[in-house]
C-alpha cells in the first residue's frame, strides 16, 4: 500500500512528499528531487494542518551519511512561523480535548495500520537520513509502531482515583486532565520511534503537539506526520518546526507550551531541563545512555561477541542502549 496524499492547496509547498504518488515508494522520492525553481528540494513545516515551504533565509543541508550528498534543505523556522505553528496548536486545544477518548483512540488504531503499510518506505528513509541499515531501520520504525499501539488503548491510563471515607465525612479523587500545547525535541539516533514515543500518547491524552525532529533526519517525522492527519488527527493538533539552538529556545520559552519532551545528549538534557523548568514548564529529558555488560564465565563466545559489537555499533553507532 503505497501512502497517497490529500491535496492540500498550497501549490510548491508539499512537491517533495506529491512526488510520492507517482513513484513506487515515498521514500525513492524523498530527497534530492528538484523542486519547480530546479533548486534541492525543501523540507517542509506544518502549521494547522498544512505543509508550507519556510520563508526563512537561513538553511540547512540535510546530507546523506552514506554518501554526504546533500538531500534536502532544512529551513531555520522563523519566529513568526513559530509563533503560527503554537498558535495553531493553542486554537486546537479545546476542541480537541473535549473530543472523547475512543474517538481519539479510534485516530491511533488507523495510525499504526497506516504506518504498517508504509513500514519499508519510512525504513528507507531513515537510512537514507541517518545512516543506520535498512533491518535497523524497520526496527527503528516497529519499536515507535508499538508506542502507538499502546496510545490506542490509552483510556485506562486517564482514569483517576476516588477514596471513600478518608477522614470523616471525606472522600478523595483525583483527576487527569490533558495539559494543553506541549512540545517534544527529537535526537538524530531514532528518527521514527522517537517522534513516535512523543506525539502519539499526548495527543491520545487530548493535548495538542508542536514536534522538532532533528535537524539531520526530519523526514521520517514529515512522514508521520502526514499518516496521522491521513489517520484522521484534525489539523493544529501536531504541527512541526525545524531549527537548531533558537529553535529549541523558543520551545523552552513559549509561554503557551506547557511541558517539553526530549531525549539526546547530557549536555542539551541538562540544558532543556534547566531553562524549561525556570520558565515553569513540566519537563521529561531523557539523556544520554551508558549500558553496561557483564560476562560471565560460561558465556557463549560468538553471541557474546555479536551482542556486544551489535550494542556498540547498531543504529550507525548511536544507539542509547549501546555497550561502552
Known amino acids: 500500500m503505497l501512502l497517497a496524499l490529500r491535496p492540500r492547496g498550497c501549490s ?5 512528499l506529491v512526488a510520492l504518488q507517482h513513484s513506487r515508494g515515498f521514500a525513492s522520492k524523498l530527497h534530492g528531487a528538484p523542486s519547480a525553481d530546479g533548486q534541492t528540494t525543501k523540507v517542509p513545516l506544518l502549521i494547522n494542518g498544512e505543509f508550507v515551504d519556510s520563508k526563512t533565509k537561513d538553511w540547512i543541508d540535510v546530507v546523506n551519511p552514506a554518501n554526504q550528498k546533500v538531500l534536502s534543505k532544512l529551513p531555520l523556522t522563523t519566529e513568526q512561523e513559530f509563533n503560527a505553528a503554537v498558535a495553531a496548536a493553542k486554537a486546537a486545544y479545546p476542541k480537541w480535548r473535549d473530543t472523547p477518548v475512543p474517538t481519539r483512540a479510534r485516530v491511533m488504531l488507523k495510525l499504526q495500520e497506516l ?3 508504509n513500514m519499508d518506505e519510512l525504513a528507507r528513509a ?6 543506520k541499515t535498512l533491518a535497523d531501520a524497520r526496527g527503528d520504525v516497529f519499536r515507535g509502531l508499538e508506542v502507538v499501539e499502546v496510545a490506542a488503548g490509552v483510556a485506562p491510563m486517564l482514569a483517576g482515583e476516588h477514596v471513600e471515607n478518608v477522614a470523616t465525612g471525606i472522600d478523595c479523587y483525583s483527576i487527569r486532565q490533558p495539559l494543553g500545547v506541549v512540545a517534544g525535541i527529537c535526537p538524530f539516533n531514532f528518527p521514527a520511534m522517537v517522534p513516535l514515543w512523543m506525539f502519539p500518547l499526548a495527543v491520545a491524552s487530548g493535548n495538542t503537539f508542536v514536534l522538532k525532529p532533528s535537524e539531520r533526519d526530519p523526514g521520517a517525522s514529515v512522514m508521520l506526520a502526514d499518516l496521522a492527519q491521513q489517520a484522521g488527527l484534525p489539523k493544529g493538533v501536531l504541527n512541526i518546526v525545524h531549527g537548531t539552538h533558537d529553535t529549541v529556545n523558543r520551545l523552552l520559552d513559549h509561554p503557551d507550551i506547557k511541558a517539553i519532551s526530549f531525549v539526546g545528549s ?3 538534557g541538562k540544558y532543556i531541563y534547566a531553562r524549561a523548568a525556570a520558565n515553569g514548564k513540566r519537563v521529561q529529558s531523557n539523556l544520554g545512555a551508558k549500558n553496561h555488560a557483564v560476562v560471565l564465565p560460561d558465556a557463549d563466545v560468538d553471541a557474546t561477541v555479536k551482542a556486544l559489537a551489535g550494542a556498540a555499533f547498531g543504529a550507525a553507532g548511536g544507539g542509547g542502549g549501546g555497550g561502552s
Open 266 to 268: 547530557d549536555k542539551a
Open 12 to 16: 510548491s509547498a508539499v512537491q517533495w
Open 115 to 117: 504506518i504498517r503499510a
Open 126 to 131: 531513515v537510512t537514507l537520513e541517518q545512516g
